[in-house]
């Protein structure tokens, strides 16, 4: 079956530090990935997707490459905010119409920012 | 205008009742979906629906029943609420393909005591 694995949290960083949060998964055939963001007492958002092997998502300054090689989604940011701080999900669909759309996750991945 | 709404957003009941929790979706996608969250944050899917059609339905105790009055609502009702019940709900909607985006309301966050 599907799995999707993050690095264990959570991260602290300073304000300007330079983020990784690594993502690795398993799948059959060539998922879509994505990086979702949930901020205190709110839903997920999309952060960022890619949907096919060397894509890159970018968003807010974040960005992540589809690397199907090392079978990995790791989210980078070169400088973070204290508004970064919140919970991140890396996460997958399977392709092929019987998936409709439905997302396995990552355990997430609680990121602080100190100022 | 809220994409997906679900209500309440609080829920604090006591073990042995029944309670339901409501969702709906104006962005006219074909597909909605419960997740559960537990208290380690970790998201996994409950049901979803395709155009009021159960089509996903995981390991989960008979108590929990999803209803699709129509293809922008989807309800989840639970019986017999147990301690373990206790959780952040979420639902979703997505136009189902395998590269869309699901859109999540705010959440349910139910407590049994």
């Known amino acids: 079956g599907n799995s999707v694995t993050q690095m264990e949290g959570p991260v602290t960083l300073s304000e300007e530090a330079f983020l990784t949060i690594n993502c690795t998964y398993t799948a059959t055939g060539y998922p879509s990935l994505f990086w979702y963001v949930q901020y205190p007492g709110e839903g997920l958002q999309l952060l960022l997707k890619a949907t096919k092997a060397d894509d890159k998502g970018s968003n807010k300054g974040f960005e992540a490459t589809y690397r199907k090689e090392t079978t990995s989604f790791h989210l980078e940011k070169g400088s973070v905010q204290v508004s970064d701080s919140a919970v991140y999900f890396c996460a997958l669909v399977n392709a092929g119409g019987t998936s409709y759309g439905k997302l396995t996750f990552g355990q997430g991945t609680i990121l602080t920012v100190h100022p | 205008d809220t994409a997906v709404s679900q209500t309440p957003k609080y829920l604090v009941t006591q073990m042995g009742n029944d309670k339901s929790i409501k969702c709906e979706q104006n962005?006219?996608?074909?597909?909605m979906y419960w997740y559960k969250q537990d208290s380690k944050k970790f998201l996994k899917i409950m049901f979803s629906?395709?155009?009021?059609?159960?089509?996903i339905n995981e390991t989960v105790p008979n108590r929990f029943s999803p209803k699709s009055p129509d293809k922008a609502h989807l309800n989840l009702h639970i019986n017999s609420l147990e301690l373990g019940d206790s959780a952040v709900y979420f639902c979703?909607?997505?136009?189902?393909?395998?590269?869309?985006?699901?859109?999540f309301g705010q959440g349910t966050r139910l407590t049994v005591v």
């Open positions: 979703a909607s997505s136009q189902g393909g395998a590269g869309t985006e699901a859109f």
């Open positions: 629906y395709n155009n009021k059609e159960l089509i």
């Open positions: 962005l006219g996608h074909d597909t």
